[in-house]
C-alpha cells in the first residue's frame, strides 16, 4: 500500500455516513487528503490543538455541519464565508478575538457557537447578521 493510500484508509476509519469525526485526536494539524471526501457533511475537529484552517475545507462542498470548539483558533480564515451549504458552526472554546466579515455570507445558519471566546468582539455587521439569524430562528451561543 503507498503512503497515499495508507493515508486514506487511516481518514477512511474516521468517515463514515458522511461524517467525520477528528475529535480528542491530539491534532495540531489537519491532514490535506481530509478535504478530498468531498462527500463529507459533519465534520469534527474538536478538542485538538489546532490553530489554523487550510483554503482547501473549500472543497468539501457538502459540508452542513463544522465544528471547532475547544481548539486554540485566534482567527477564522476569510473563506469561511465560502462554505455556504454551513448550516452549524461550533467555534465556541477558542481565542478568537475577531471573526472575519465575510462570515455574513453564511445565509444558512441554523446554529451559531461563539461562547467562551473571552477576546471576542464582533462588528456591527456581524451583529446585525446575528440578529438576523436569531429572528429567522436560529440558535446563536455568545
Known amino acids: ?23 480528542n485526536a491530539s491534532m495540531t494539524d489537519i491532514d490535506e ?16 490543538h489546532l490553530k489554523a484552517l487550510p483554503a482547501s475545507i473549500k472543497n468539501l462542498k457538502n459540508l452542513k ?18 462554505l455556504k451549504y454551513l448550516e452549524s458552526l461550533y467555534l465556541s472554546g477558542n481565542q478568537l478575538s475577531t471573526l472575519p466579515n465575510t462570515i455574513t455570507k453564511l445565509k444558512n ?3 451559531l457557537s461563539l461562547a467562551e471566546n473571552e477576546n471576542l468582539v464582533l462588528s456591527n455587521a456581524q451583529m446585525k447578521w446575528i440578529n438576523s ?6 440558535t446563536v451561543i455568545i
Open 133 to 138: 439569524l436569531k429572528s429567522n430562528g436560529s
Open 65 to 82: 455541519t463544522l465544528i471547532l470548539s475547544d481548539n486554540l483558533f485566534e482567527a477564522i480564515p476569510d473563506f469561511i464565508g465560502d
Open 1 to 23: 500500500m503507498s503512503p497515499y493510500e495508507m493515508c486514506n484508509h487511516k481518514l477512511i476509519e474516521f468517515i463514515t455516513h458522511n461524517r467525520c469525526n477528528l475529535s
Open 33 to 48: 487528503k481530509l478535504f478530498e471526501f468531498s462527500h463529507i457533511e459533519v465534520l469534527d475537529l474538536s478538542e485538538n
Open 109 to 111: 445558519i441554523k446554529w
